[in-house]
């Protein structure tokens, strides 16, 4: 702070002695409060210091934002239990969702913000106010984003929890990459600050075939390691629609298994097809040629008598399978 700023600072506090002489530890508070205040103005102006604007709201003045990464249909009283009873415990939410403004204060209809990170917040609030609980609010911090900015806070905030799903933050990576980044994963991988070939999983993970996400009880269940172990198998066409077709009717059961279950019954459906397991025989002209796997080698068979032109047609038909 300026010399001239002291100046006026001590005049005031001086001004505080001289008035109240006998409540000399009045005057010592008072002091405390304005050097709190020159302090604080001062780092402000030095940039070592930001002010924050924070309201409480009605939830129901939010909504989700449409590219928030958390699928908030699947939250429910038991998987934001712990959440609940912290604000019970608290009387309060502690920490601010952060929001973006829909429309200006008081000017039409509808909702005012859209949430950015805060999902689970605005549910327990919102589940809290309507279970006895009306004095809740939603404590939230306005901000001025850009869509793809507010990707980057919400990836950030929620990179490590483990409430969020692979499944969910892949489908939102898959999203993004299109949305922000002109389909370039290196330039998205840069700017999330993430290794090329950690987000590249993920959207490999955002791929998994319908029939394969239908298979599992939830999304929340579905992990990135999941498509990384059915991916061989999903390469060769047999094997595939081996891995479909039990996905198909894992879907039809109810309850559907864990996931655990349902990984191995997908990866076994997959190994009975799969050409470097099973050996395959194929019929041109109209001779028998056989591929069986050795060991680590793969033995081709044939008839003596088999033209040359069949064996080729046989080799390439083998090779576009494999």
């Known amino acids: 702070m300026s010399r001239k700023h002291d100046d006026i600072f001590n005049d005031v506090l001086s001004g505080l002695d001289e008035a109240a002489p ?81 429309r200006p204060a008081g000017q039409g209809t509808g909702p005012e913000f859209e949430v950015i990170c805060g999902a689970r917040r605005h549910f327990a609030v919102s589940w809290l106010r309507a279970n006895t609980y009306p004095q809740f609010r939603y404590l939230v911090e306005e901000r001025g984003l850009t869509d793809e900015e507010a990707f980057r806070l919400a990836d950030i905030e929620n990179r490590d929890r483990e409430d969020i799903s692979d499944y969910e933050r892949a489908r939102d990576y898959a999203r993004a990459v299109e949305a922000y980044y002109g389909g370039q994963q290196k330039l998205m991988a840069e700017r999330l600050q993430v290794s090329p070939g950690f987000l590249s999983r993920f959207l490999q993970l955002a791929r998994l075939e319908p029939e394969i996400v239908a298979a599992f009880a939830s999304i929340r269940e579905i992990k990135e390691i999941h498509a990384r172990q059915l991916r061989p198998l ?27 279950a349902v990984l191995s019954r997908l990866r076994a459906a997959g190994s009975k097809a799969d050409p470097s397991k099973a050996e395959r025989v194929m019929r041109h002209e109209d001779r028998q040629v056989r591929f069986a796997k050795k060991g680590r ?17 046989a080799l390439d038909e083998y090779l576009k399978r494999r």
């Not at 595939?240 to 039990?246: I, K, S």
Request: with cysteine; hydrophobic share 45%; charged share 25%.
């Open 22 to 102: 006998a409540a000399p530890a009045e005057a010592e508070r008072a002091q405390a409060r304005f050097l709190k205040r020159s302090t604080a103005m001062s780092e402000q102006i030095a940039g070592g210091r930001q002010e924050k604007v924070l309201r409480l709201v009605d939830p129901a003045s939010c909504v989700m934002w449409a590219g928030h990464n958390r699928a908030y249909e699947l939250l429910t009283p038991e998987n934001c239990a712990d959440l609940i009873e912290g604000m019970k415990a608290q009387g309060q939410q502690e920490f601010p969702a952060i929001v973006r403004r829909l």
């Open 234 to 260: 999903m390469a060769d066409p047999d094997a595939r629609e081996a891995v479909l077709a039990e996905a198909r009717a894992i879907a039809q059961e109810s309850p559907r298994p864990a996931a655990p």
């Open 297 to 313: 080698a793969m033995i081709m068979e044939f008839d003596p008598q088999t033209s040359d032109a069949a064996l080729r047609a």
